[in-house]
Structure formats: structure tokens, C-alpha cells
């Protein structure tokens, strides 16, 4: 996107290194980098490889939203274009990635450390491998470092990371179908509580509201400003209906639909389906102490209307179609007899 009239254009790209780790970075005035190139990035030791995913006005919006200014030193500096021999030599490291992750798993179980190495990245010229891990505690793996060292040579750094952001980093499918949120376009990492499932009348259930980085699902908050807001024109759970028949304990509530159960003290098997506004008209009432004779005189039966959406002909076909007619086969047996009887001689 060109830039707007009477603004100047970014010199700034945002590259993506290996999962979804991206970074700011200035490129010189002779070229200029758009979405989807290979470029050199330098670093303190070296320099690394990466693609670039956003170019122009927008990289702006992007560092605005990120909390990055223009003359920040988080902001790199891009060295060229990558050539044949460096995207090679990046594919070779990234081959190589698996193999040096099982390696330093084996020496940190040699040395009894409770960690888990989850990724190894290698940086774009092979001098440098950072590695990525989870722990509950605090880790001692000074001797982990010396060992990795001198079983690759080469420098090494250790990143500890959360659980949301090693499944951002391996990624997978979730539950939905879709790939997961984290590993696509999800960046801000914010807590989920149980309060969020409570809000939306889910059943608290670990294995349905967990992801698969054994915490609640992050999709668990979109949704959740709007149950609150739609939330606050009902009463509260704790709040009991009194009627001449009994009294009426909060059962469940259905939210769009604007119903709410009760049942009596003594009948907790029965459960009676009342509109909002039928329940807060006997609210209102037992506040003003105006007798209210029993629930079943604000039930209303509303129309159940079977409406399709969607209707599907496959079903009306058969599915044998698709399968190759069987020949029938004829009983022998009967005919061979049959034949016999007329060619056989008869006897004197």
C-alpha cells in the first residue's frame, strides 16, 4: 500500500524468523524489500535469515500497535538480499534443527534437569542456536550450556518460554477444525479464567475448555464482553422468587433467548421456563410485597417453528448407485437334472 499524500513512507519492514517470531528492521535506501522476500539481518554475532511479511504504511499501524517508535534500538538493521548460498545453507540448518533438539533432550535428562527443550532455532550463518524451553521452576543449566557447546560448537542460548508460547511456536489443529489461533495471528497472550466459561453457561469441563497447551482455550474471551453486557439486564442467580405456592430457586438461563428456569424448594425435579420480563415483573413485586400466586401464571408456551436452514438431497439417493450391478446367478443344480430325465433311454 502506497502511502498517504503528505506522509513519508517507512523505510522499516517487519520479517518473520522461524514460527512466529518477527522483529522491525531498517533497510537502506538502494533497495527496497516487499512481502515475501528473503532478506540478511544483522546481529550482534552474525548475521541471521528471515522473510519479510509486511511492507509500507502499514508496518506503521503495526509498530503503533506493538508499542515501537521509529528510533527504537529494537529496530535492526537488513544487510541485503539473500542469495542462492544463504537460503541453502538455511535450509541445511533448519534440516538439521530436529536432530540437535533430540540431542540436548538426552543430555538434559543426563544431567536430571526438570525442563523441557520444546524448539532449537538456528541463526541464518550456523554460529548461533538459541534454545527454546518450559519449566515449572527455575532452572540451574549452566553445565547444560557448556555441554551443548561442546558437543555442536557453537554459541548458545537458552529462552525460557510459557506454555501458550510453545504451542504458538510447534503449532496444530484445534478443536474447531482450524489452525490454532496462537500459531496464526494471535500475538497478545492475555489470561483466561474460569469466570469467562461461568459467563457463558459452559460446562466446566478441563478436557472440552483446555487447549493443547494444557491451559483454557484463548478463544474463550472473544465472546466474553458480550455475555457481560447482555448479562447485566439479568438478575442475579442468588436471587429466590416468593410465591403463595413456594419458592422459586434460579435453575439456568438461556441468554439470547432472554428465558430463565426455576423450580420450588420442594419439587427440584420440575423446572419452569419464564421470560425475563415475567421475572423481573414478580421481582418487582415481592420488593413492593404485592402477592404473586405462582409461577406457572407467567409461563407462556412460545411457537416452536421448525424451520430448515439447510437441507441436504444426498440422502434421498441411495448409495448402492455407486456400486457395480451383481449378475444373478442361476441354480445348475435343477436344469442338469432336468436334462437327464429327457435324454435318458427309457428302460424295457
Same mark, same amino acid.
Given at each position: 500500500?502506497?502511502?498517504?499524500?503528505?506522509?513519508?513512507?517507512?523505510?522499516?519492514?517487519?520479517v518473520?524468523?522461524?514460527?512466529?517470531?518477527?522483529?522491525?528492521?531498517?533497510?537502506p535506501?538502494s533497495?527496497?524489500?516487499h512481502?515475501?522476500?528473503v532478506?540478511?539481518t544483522?546481529t550482534?554475532?552474525?548475521?541471521?535469515v528471515?522473510?519479510?511479511?509486511?511492507?509500507?504504511?502499514?508496518?506503521?499501524?503495526?509498530?503503533?500497535?506493538?508499542?515501537?517508535a521509529?528510533?527504537?534500538?529494537?529496530?535492526?538493521?537488513?544487510l541485503?538480499?539473500?542469495?542462492?548460498?544463504?537460503?541453502a %545453507?538455511?535450509?541445511?540448518?533448519?534440516?538439521?534443527?530436529?536432530?540437535?533438539?533430540?540431542?540436548?533432550?538426552? %543430555?538434559?535428562?543426563?544431567?536430571?534437569?526438570?525442563?523441557?527443550?520444546?524448539?532449537?532455532e538456528?541463526?541464518?550463518?550456523?554460529?548461533?542456536?538459541?534454545?527454546?524451553?518450559?519449566?515449572?521452576?527455575?532452572?540451574d543449566f549452566?553445565?547444560?550450556i557448556?555441554?551443548?557447546?561442546?558437543?555442536?560448537?557453537?554459541?548458545?542460548?537458552?529462552?525460557?518460554?510459557? %506454555?501458550?508460547?510453545?504451542?504458538?511456536?510447534l503449532?496444530?489443529?484445534?478443536?474447531?477444525g482450524?489452525?490454532?489461533?496462537?500459531s496464526?495471528?494471535?500475538?497478545?497472550?492475555?489470561?483466561?479464567?474460569?469466570?469467562?466459561?461461568?459467563? *457463558?453457561?459452559?460446562?466446566?469441563?478441563?478436557?472440552? %475448555?483446555?487447549?493443547?497447551?494444557?491451559?483454557?482455550?484463548?478463544?474463550?474471551?472473544?465472546?466474553?464482553?458480550?455475555?457481560?453486557k447482555?448479562?447485566?439486564?439479568?438478575p442475579?442467580?442468588?436471587?429466590?422468587?416468593?410465591?403463595e405456592?413456594g419458592?422459586?430457586?434460579? *435453575?439456568?438461563?438461556d441468554?439470547?433467548?432472554?428465558?430463565?428456569?426455576?423450580?420450588?424448594k420442594?419439587?427440584?425435579?420440575?423446572?419452569?421456563?419464564?421470560?425475563?420480563?415475567?421475572?423481573?415483573?414478580i421481582?418487582?413485586?415481592?420488593?413492593?410485597?404485592?402477592?404473586?400466586?405462582?409461577l406457572?401464571?407467567?409461563?407462556?408456551e412460545?411457537?416452536?417453528?421448525?424451520?430448515?436452514?439447510?437441507?441436504?438431497?444426498?440422502? *434421498?439417493?441411495?448409495?448402492?448407485?455407486?456400486?457395480?450391478?451383481?449378475?444373478k446367478?442361476?441354480?445348475?443344480?435343477k436344469?442338469?437334472?432336468?436334462?437327464?430325465?429327457?435324454y435318458?433311454?427309457?428302460s424295457?
Amino acid at each position: 500500500m502506497e502511502a498517504p499524500q503528505g506522509e513519508k513512507t517507512l523505510s522499516i519492514v517487519e520479517v518473520r524468523f522461524k514460527n512466529s517470531r518477527k522483529e522491525f528492521f531498517r533497510y537502506p535506501n538502494s533497495m527496497k524489500p516487499h512481502s515475501g522476500q528473503v532478506v540478511i539481518t544483522e546481529t550482534s554475532h552474525g548475521y541471521d535469515v528471515g522473510t519479510v511479511t509486511l511492507a509500507g504504511s502499514l508496518v506503521g499501524v503495526q509498530m503503533k500497535r506493538k508499542k515501537v517508535a521509529e528510533e527504537s534500538e529494537a529496530v535492526g538493521h537488513i544487510l541485503r538480499l539473500a542469495n542462492t548460498e544463504d537460503i541453502a %545453507l538455511w535450509q541445511q540448518l533448519r534440516e538439521k534443527e530436529a536432530e540437535v533438539q533430540k540431542r540436548a533432550r538426552e %543430555l538434559a535428562i543426563a544431567l536430571q534437569l526438570e525442563m523441557k527443550i520444546s524448539d532449537v532455532e538456528f541463526q541464518g550463518d550456523g554460529k548461533k542456536a538459541t534454545f527454546y524451553y518450559t519449566a515449572a521452576d527455575r532452572v540451574d543449566f549452566r553445565q547444560l550450556i557448556k555441554d551443548l557447546a561442546q558437543a555442536f560448537s557453537i554459541r548458545i542460548e537458552m529462552k525460557q518460554i510459557g %506454555l501458550r508460547q510453545e504451542a504458538s511456536r510447534l503449532g496444530g489443529i484445534g478443536t474447531c477444525g482450524r489452525e490454532l489461533c496462537c500459531s496464526t495471528w494471535l500475538t497478545d497472550f492475555r489470561s483466561v479464567s474460569s469466570g469467562a466459561a461461568r459467563y *457463558q453457561q459452559l460446562s466446566l469441563n478441563p478436557q472440552k %475448555l483446555s487447549g493443547q497447551c494444557g491451559r483454557l482455550k484463548c478463544c474463550l474471551n472473544y465472546e466474553l464482553d458480550a455475555y457481560r453486557k447482555a448479562i447485566k439486564a439479568f438478575p442475579r442467580p442468588e436471587v429466590k422468587l416468593h410465591t403463595e405456592k413456594g419458592i422459586a430457586v434460579f *435453575q439456568k438461563m438461556d441468554i439470547f433467548k432472554q428465558l430463565l428456569w426455576y423450580s420450588y424448594k420442594d419439587d427440584w425435579i420440575t423446572w419452569h421456563k419464564i421470560p425475563l420480563e415475567a421475572v423481573l415483573t414478580i421481582i418487582k413485586k415481592n420488593k413492593e410485597k404485592l402477592p404473586v400466586a405462582s409461577l406457572e401464571e407467567y409461563i407462556e408456551e412460545l411457537p416452536q417453528t421448525d424451520t430448515k436452514l439447510f437441507e441436504s438431497a444426498v440422502g *434421498q439417493d441411495s448409495l448402492n448407485r455407486f456400486d457395480t450391478p451383481k449378475k444373478k446367478h442361476f441354480k445348475r443344480g435343477k436344469n442338469r437334472n432336468n436334462r437327464k430325465k429327457r435324454y435318458e433311454k427309457p428302460s424295457n
